[in-house]
């Protein structure tokens, strides 16, 4: 086996400088402050991290911030996948305008969405008290922390479809048509499985923002422990306390089932990209 | 056939691939109302309730000491945190794309990284490494330079969840022009420096405006990781998220929605410019979309 080089030689100037300041300011933000969290962690001790991840409310709050996470990124995989569809294929007055607001949560800080979902949904507000007439309570209840999670995670879907959709070639679905296929099977059995890697990379996406979503949440939550309490704010309130340890054990536990899940993903969409031929 | 024999068939039948007009109608109507309900509801929510008792209690709202200070604050911490991402962003990208090195996916992979971490963990990372209680906090803390409860670490936690921004637009926009353009002035004698200013930034700028505006609207926001490095401090270490939580946590509604306000404003400012980059220089931030 010859060795590979570890830079190929080239003319191309700079190499000393770019790759110092990237590196650098790689260690100094990203990979030194982690490894501090795994260094706690390994300090504390697995049984010990272990230990705080079963207690009754840490266990709750990681079920819940996770749970909640993946149905909110589901909801946004099918609204995601039909908002892209309508943005590219039909022409309608406003449609420009529409587009450029599905990047509104991506702009908009996570504290004021906070705060403006809390104002649109409590039983006093706009939403909220259409939703008391009928005897549905969203604020301060998990309705409501899922709908702050929609509204994080709502662009990632659509703006990863919308380039596929773009590129997909008419021909196929007139050849579908072509052969008999009805619009709604065309659609079913020969768009949504194009579709399906670019879905997934988005719902990725926004599970992973969703998973340690804070701002957005804290405010429309309530708090209440057991109930309606995310993972992150229970690191907010064990870092209040000066309780290191502990905080260190629950973010370690997020880091992990958050890298677990998004490794499963992975695999699917591996899967998605086999059945559709192209590796 | 004549035009108009051509337009009454295009009514008439309808393309085989198409949807039928009522489904059309109905997906629209989905669209729209899910957008009205999600997106827009709560934009002018921020707006009705920071006008609630008129336009001279807003306005005198942000005119206070801390008010202004938490304004005064976030711009300084954007007018930091930007051109340090911008600059590191080339830099990433640059050694990204115009070499050739072993584990450059795993570099990408470890740029991309802060993407998937909780703000509020990278919060909590940067306390454990430059708090008071640390090592390397515990040293910095006796020299007179904390990092924690203080700016330094304000900056430090809105690098970490803005890092990918800029790299990320920039990467692929520079995969797609190659290195032949950088070759040849470099063939024909341009300094290293003089090939960056005049061939590779003229290429890149509306990418990396493009990447610098997410950056901007993301740093002037974030609240999660800023909450856990800040303390909290009013008039100090409070930026504009902050201390609208603090307001809204003292029911002082009107205060932090007009604060509310004022940031959404500015949201919209790079949301509007961002729109218009995207359709005056579609073809070169296409790219950014084929990766």
Not at chain 1, 142 to 149: D, E, K, R, S, V
Not at chain 1, 228 to 250: C, G, K, R, S
């Amino acid at each position: 086996m010859t060795h590979r080089p570890l830079v190929h030689k080239t003319a191309m100037p700079g190499l000393g400088l770019s790759a110092g300041i990237t590196i650098a300011m790689l260690s100094i933000v990203v990979l030194l402050p982690i490894g501090a969290l795994l260094l706690k962690g390994a300090n504390f001790g697995l049984s010990n991290i272990l230990e705080v991840v079963t207690r009754e409310r840490v266990a709750a709050s990681l079920y819940l911030s996770f749970k909640l996470a993946l149905l909110a990124a589901l909801f946004n995989l099918i609204f995601g996948v039909l908002l892209a569809w309508v943005l590219v294929r039909y022409r309608f007055p406003g449609k420009r305008f529409l587009d450029a607001a599905v990047d509104l949560p991506f702009a908009l800080p996570t504290a004021v969405a906070g705060i403006a979902l809390t104002a649109l949904y409590a039983p006093n507000g706009a939403f909220g008290s259409v939703a008391q007439e009928i005897g549905w309570k969203i604020a301060y209840t998990q309705m409501g922390i899922f709908i702050a999670l929609v509204f994080v995670g709502l662009p990632f879907v659509t703006r990863t479809v919308q380039p596929v959709i773009e590129e997909i070639d008419r021909e196929v679905e007139e050849a579908s048509a072509t052969l008999g296929a009805s619009r709604l099977y065309t659609l079913r059995h020969v768009i949504l499985p194009m579709l399906m890697p670019a879905a997934l990379t988005g719902f990725a996406l926004a599970l992973a923002r969703a998973v340690g979503e804070y701002g957005s949440v804290i405010f429309i939550a309530g708090n209440i422990p057991l109930r309606t309490e995310i993972a992150p704010l229970l690191i907010v309130i064990q870092l209040e306390e000066f309780n290191y340890d502990a905080a260190a054990a629950i973010g370690i536990a997020m880091l992990v089932i958050s890298f677990v899940m998004l490794l499963a993903i992975n695999l699917i969409q591996i899967v998605s990209r086999r059945r559709m031929g192209h590796v | 056939m004549s035009d108009a024999t051509l337009h009454t068939r295009r009514h008439a039948f309808r393309a085989a691939t198409e949807e039928a007009p009522l489904l059309r109608i109905t997906l629209i109507g989905i669209a729209v109302a899910g957008l009205a309900i999600l997106v827009f509801a709560p934009l002018a929510v921020v707006f009705a309730e920071a006008l609630r008792e008129g336009w001279l209690a807003a306005v005198e709202s942000l005119g206070n000491q801390d008010a202004r200070s938490a304004i005064w604050l976030t711009l300084l911490i954007t007018a930091i945190a930007v051109p340090a991402n911008a600059a590191f962003g080339i830099a990433a990208a640059w050694f990204i794309t115009k070499f050739d090195f072993r584990g450059k996916a795993f570099l990408i992979t470890l740029i991309d990284l802060p993407f998937s971490v909780s703000p509020v963990v990278a919060g909590l990372c940067i306390v454990l490494l430059f708090g008071a209680n640390s090592a390397i906090g515990g040293w910095l803390v006796a020299n007179g330079w904390p990092i924690v409860f203080a700016i330094p670490g304000i900056v430090l936690a809105t690098i970490f969840v803005t890092f990918p921004f800029v790299a990320r637009e920039l990467i692929p926009v520079m995969i797609e022009q190659g290195r032949a353009e950088e070759e040849a002035a470099l063939t024909l004698g341009a300094s290293g420096w003089r090939t960056f200013w005049t061939v590779t930034l003229p290429n890149i700028r509306w990418a990396l405006l493009y990447g610098t505006l997410l950056c901007t609207a993301r740093a002037m926001g974030e609240f999660g990781a800023v909450a856990v490095v800040s303390g909290k401090i009013r008039g100090q270490t409070a930026t504009m998220p902050i201390t609208i939580e603090m307001l809204y946590n003292e029911y002082l509604s009107v205060a932090a929605f007009s604060m509310a306000a004022l940031l959404t404003a500015l949201a919209l400012v790079t949301l509007l410019l961002k729109t218009l980059l995207e359709l005056r220089h579609a073809d070169q931030l296409a790219a950014i979309r084929r990766h």
